[in-house]
């Protein structure tokens, strides 16, 4: 069954602080991994879209490494800011039955205060 | 504003009754995609249409149902509402069948509905 794990459910750190989400995927066969970040009550807005053969891609202050092999990403937020309090969603992408399919993570709610 | 225009916002409904959503993709896009995210779930895929017709389905109950129609632009029909089915709705839409791997989806705003 493809199913998509996130950790930890929950996250409060204080203004400035890194912190690391985890993902874990059994999805197969892999497409792609995203990250996205979705403010409550909004659509999810994408970070980062990574690929098989990719093992870090950044955007600003949002770095997601991916392990295919062990089928692990992770999104490291440095610096963190009032405007990250969000919930952050691993998203994998996969093919099966001619068509493309994603499989979401049910997120990591992130409160980040002053 | 990311392009993807979901109507309404808010709808509240009483049991048993039918709704529709609308929602019209990023221009240039042809795919859409309807997911729901029940409160503290993640996003549920239903329903895929591409260029008009249907192309993937998730787990999309009987009793909803979806078009798109020429200009683009999709309705997600929901019928004999139930409690359960409050939640939120996005619609999202790329260019490619199976989305685009260098941009991805683009989601809407969603719509909320709370059944009564």
């Known amino acids: 069954k493809n199913q998509v794990e996130q950790s930890p459910q929950s996250l409060i750190i204080l203004e400035g602080k890194n912190c690391t989400l985890q993902?874990?995927?059994?999805?197969?066969?892999?497409?792609?991994l995203r990250w996205y970040k979705q403010d409550t009550g909004r659509g999810p807005v994408s970070l980062t879209i990574m690929t098989f053969s990719e093992n870090t891609k950044s955007n600003g202050r949002y770095t997601a490494t991916l392990d295919a092999d062990t089928k692990q990403s992770s999104l490291h937020i440095t610096a963190s800011q009032l405007s990250d309090s969000a919930s952050y969603i691993c998203?994998?992408?996969?093919?099966?039955?001619?068509?493309?399919?994603?499989?979401f993570g049910k997120g990591t709610k992130l409160s980040v205060i002053p | 504003d990311s392009g993807v225009t979901q109507t309404p916002k808010h709808l509240i409904t009483a049991t048993g009754q039918r709704v529709t959503l609308r929602c019209s993709p990023r221009?240039?896009?042809?795919?859409v995609y309807w997911y729901q995210q029940s409160l503290d779930q993640g996003l549920q895929f239903l329903i895929q249409?591409?260029?008009?017709?249907?192309?993937a389905k998730g787990n999309i109950l009987e009793r909803f149902s979806a078009q798109q129609f020429p200009d683009l632009h999709s309705e997600l029909n929901l019928s004999s509402l139930e409690l359960g089915d409050s939640a939120l709705y996005f619609c999202?839409?790329?260019?490619?069948?199976?989305?685009?791997?260098?941009?991805?989806?683009?989601f809407g705003s969603g719509t909320r509905l709370t059944v009564v």
């Open positions: 998203v994998v992408s996969h093919s099966g039955a001619g068509s493309y399919q994603l499989t």
């Open positions: 221009s240039g896009d042809l795919s």
């Open positions: 249409y591409y260029n008009g017709e249907e192309r």
């Open positions: 993902c874990n995927y059994t999805v197969s066969p892999f497409s792609n």
């Open positions: 999202a839409s790329s260019r490619q069948p199976h989305g685009d791997a260098n941009y991805g989806y683009t």
